[in-house]
């Protein structure tokens, strides 16, 4: 069957026919032998050779940037792919399913200004409090070393008009991997356990205060602090995460590693340096906050579902690049290339892109208690979001039957991509993570599609280098295009999966969406 054929038959819509299980299943054989491959063949051919991944990342990271959720940021991302899957052909809307904290980055300066002149880097933490048009220009304090938070409080007024550093100095700012190509065997054991020792030496500091690391900064602030600094490091070269502040009144300032432990070791040495610190950022108020939805109608049965899902939002010291950008960009171009393709569903198609992921997965949350229908009659849902590396893993998440359905689609996979991916079965049950395991939660089969790492974990997720130069896009391109397949197969089944839970497991319990968030 020659693929215009197929498209055409699809565009003239199908007439309903009513089958026994046994002619299903070699319905769906036959499918697999003719329209399959014409079908998978020009989805590889589209994916290839006209892929819109660059210009998407481009568009997203590069154009729009950060999208920290309450941030204008964020809203100009749920429009902008509204009008990006218009320009498709693909009907999208926003829809809000709660509010949070309103919040935009300014303008930062963080220099030094004695015993010499050097400009730091570092980022004002998401939320921190603005200065207006003020500079603040301290000396820099270290938290001690108490013996108890009789003690701390004793020293408390010390901050008064200083900035306070309350992270530990790191021995290294070279990574493991660096230090095991190049040291001696004994130096390499020696710098791990140093710094292993220094990190566990700072955590009982903090606990000897009678605080953590939330209230820790807003006792400094109160008693007079001017800011505070910090340092995430994230064990790589140069690079930090980067998350939320807790102060109320001062600026919270991560500084990179390299001139934070040069401030630290200045005032540790007793000649404390001098330090300028400027920031702009806004506080916007109560501020709706939506899941980006656009959905391909399918003609036979319209009220079964195969979902795609990537969480659209991130932290914001970087551009969210591989958290989770490469994932949105995989779901639109896999949306984009179905609707040239694949435009007359079996079943209903549709793409969730979720708001505050990283809060807790409230968008997917809020999803799933407010569109019952769609999960009661969920074929499938496929997710990604750890990263730019082509998907070497998909896992049953505990469901009996997963391996059923999922080996049948993956047959319809070419080899190139097919070979690399590992399959466990029946795997357990997601309990967090990412928003598949909303969906898990209350039973209907939602699945990852995990990636190869590109060492995410140290130099991408939540860091100050999460930008568009860190995309793989041969292996992106290489997930879109395994999106889009197992989108097809999902729909064309003739068999509608269940969601069976395999027994002996302890099944996660759904977790209710936060409505209003950032304002504690």
């Not at 200045?266 to 330090?275: D, F, I, M």
Request: proline residues 5%.
């Amino acid at each position: 069957m020659k693929l215009t054929d197929i498209i055409l038959r699809s565009n003239v819509g199908r007439k309903a026919t009513t089958f026994a299980a046994g002619a299903m299943l070699c319905s769906s054989m036959a499918f697999a032998q003719q329209a399959n491959k014409a079908i998978v063949d020009a989805i590889m051919n589209e994916g290839t050779q006209n892929s819109q991944l660059e210009k998407l990342g481009r568009e997203l990271m590069d154009g729009i940037g950060p999208r920290l959720v309450g941030t204008p940021q964020m809203k100009q991302a749920n429009d902008w792919a509204v009008a990006k899957y218009a320009s498709w052909g693909i009907p999208a809307r926003n829809e809000q399913w709660g509010t949070w904290r309103g919040w935009e980055r300014g303008i930062s300066h963080i220099d030094m200004v004695s015993p010499r002149v050097k400009s730091l880097e570092g980022t004002q933490l998401a939320w921190s409090p603005g200065m207006g048009k003020k500079t603040a220009t301290a000396q820099t304090i270290i938290l001690p070393d108490l013996a108890d938070s009789m003690a701390f409080k004793a020293w408390l007024p010390n901050v008064k008009g200083k900035f306070v550093l309350i992270s530990a100095c790191q021995p290294t700012g070279r990574d493991d991997a660096n230090w095991k190509t190049f040291a001696l065997p004994e130096s390499y054991t020696k710098i791990r356990a140093q710094r292993d020792t220094v990190t566990k030496q700072w955590a009982a500091r903090i606990r000897k205060t009678g605080l953590n690391a939330r209230t820790l900064p807003r006792a400094l602030e109160q008693a007079g602090a001017l800011g505070i600094l910090t340092n995430n490091w994230s064990a790589g070269w140069g690079v930090d995460k980067i998350f939320s502040a807790y102060t109320k009144k001062v600026p919270t300032v991560d500084i990179g590693l390299e001139d934070y432990t040069l401030v630290y070791r200045l005032t540790e040495a007793g000649t404390p340096p001098t330090l300028n610190i400027h920031t702009e950022s806004k506080e916007l108020g109560e501020v709706p906050t939506f899941n980006t939805l656009a959905e391909i109608k399918g003609t036979e049965k319209p009220n079964e579902y195969v979902m795609l899902s990537a969480h659209f939002d991130s932290w914001d010291g970087g551009t969210g690049a591989t958290d989770n950008g490469t994932g949105t960009l995989t779901m639109m171009e896999a949306m984009r290339i179905l609707k040239k393709i694949y435009p007359n569903p079996k079943r209903t198609i549709l793409v969730g892109h979720w708001g505050s992921e990283e809060q807790g997965l409230n968008g997917s949350r809020a999803f799933v208690e407010d569109h019952p229908e769609i999960v009661a009659n969920l074929q499938a849902l496929f997710n990604q979001d750890n990263g730019t590396g082509r998907v070497t893993s998909l896992a049953g998440q505990g469901f009996v039957e997963a391996k059923d359905y999922l080996s049948r689609w993956l047959t319809a996979v070419p080899d190139t991509i097919k070979n690399r991916i590992k399959t466990s079965f029946p795997g357990q049950p997601g309990s967090g993570g990412s928003d598949f395991a909303s969906f898990v939660a209350v039973g209907a089969p939602g699945f990852s599609i995990s990636s190869l790492s590109w060492d995410y974990s140290t130099y991408t997720w939540h860091t100050n280098r999460d930008t568009y130069d860190k995309i793989v896009f041969d292996d992106v391109r290489n997930n879109a295009i395994l999106a889009a397949i197992l989108a097809y197969m999902a729909s064309e089944d003739p068999i509608k999966t269940t969601n069976t839970k395999t027994p002996g497991i302890t099944w996660p319990k759904q977790t209710k969406a936060t409505r209003k968030g950032g304002f504690d």
